[in-house]
């Protein structure tokens, strides 16, 4: 296990970073430009988010992370809650140095990022949520149900995709735990007195469609719920709605959720 010992230089760092009972595999872009930390989908990797790092830029400085059990080298853990996830945020931003950042998740990760910048507004430039954090009523027995059968197919094809990263190294039962968690957590009543909350800026760039689960105008009904958020706080705002999906929006619009980084970090530095 290496531990990382942050640096000024304007170089590339990788390694991993000790959290609990486990590491996380992190890479720090380095540099003296505005830091920004991504958080990615619940069982995607720092991958993802290659395209968007590619249209930001060398003028900031990127940290990229997979959560535990992700990607090829994060490790496995016996906590693989939301309140572990959070804490790792703290881990990895402790590990690098950093003070303040941008924070940007996509799906599960606009969650975390939504509850980190609630509890840390002091240490939070500014947050993209990408087609996430959706306060809605989404979870039921049947949709309970319908995700516990749709991760034991995926456990049929799990051994081929997990030497690749592409699959997480958690059992079918921990994957829909996780799952059934967000619903819980993603309730109104939950997740809507977070977002009232947070008091620094806010964008959300929205797909459009379906998303891996979901059946006909599900995801598009979640997503209205976005409307009464933005009436309710004004630091949040939609920078877009965008064509692509749920699962392509980071492929397709990358260059969409980039200027929504530009966006909060500017409205930090005008305040400033």
């Known amino acids: 296990m290496t531990t990382p010992n942050p640096s000024p230089t304007h170089s590339t760092w990788t390694g991993m970073v000790p959290v609990d009972d486990t590491a996380l595999a992190v890479t720090d872009t380095g540099g003296t430009g505005v830091p920004v930390l991504y958080l990615n989908g619940q069982f995607a990797t720092q991958g993802y988010w290659r395209q968007v790092l590619a249209d930001l830029g060398t003028r900031w400085r990127h940290i990229t992370y997979d959560e535990r059990a992700r990607g090829r080298k994060s490790g496995r853990s016996a906590d693989y809650s939301f309140e572990a996830a ?42 993209v949520l990408v087609d996430g954090a959706f306060p809605h009523d989404w979870l039921d027995e049947a949709m309970e ?21 592409l699959m997480p190294r958690m059992s079918a039962a921990q994957q829909a735990e996780s799952n059934i968690e967000l619903g819980r957590l993603s309730r109104e009543r939950e997740l809507g007195p ?46 877009a709605k965008v064509a692509s999906n749920h699962g392509a929006i980071l492929k397709k619009d990358f260059a969409t959720v980039a200027q929504a980084v530009r ?10």
């Open 86 to 127: 959070v804490r790792d945020v703290d881990a990895v931003l402790a590990a690098r140095g950093v003070q303040r950042a941008v924070i940007v998740g996509w799906s599960y990760g606009a969650v975390v990022a939504a509850h980190w910048a609630n509890r840390n507004p002091e240490r939070t430039i500014g947050t």
């Open 263 to 272: 966006e909060v970090a500017a409205l930090d530095s005008a305040d400033r």
């Open 194 to 239: 977070v977002l009232d909350a947070i008091t620094v800026p806010v964008r959300y760039v929205v797909a459009s469609g379906t998303s891996l689960g979901s059946k006909g105008d599900e995801q598009e009904r979640i997503r209205a719920s976005l409307d009464a958020v933005t009436v309710r706080n004004p630091n949040i705002q939609v920078h």
């Open 145 to 165: 149900q319908r995700i516990r059968k749709l991760f034991r197919r995926l456990r049929l094809i799990a051994p081929l995709l997990r030497p690749t990263g």
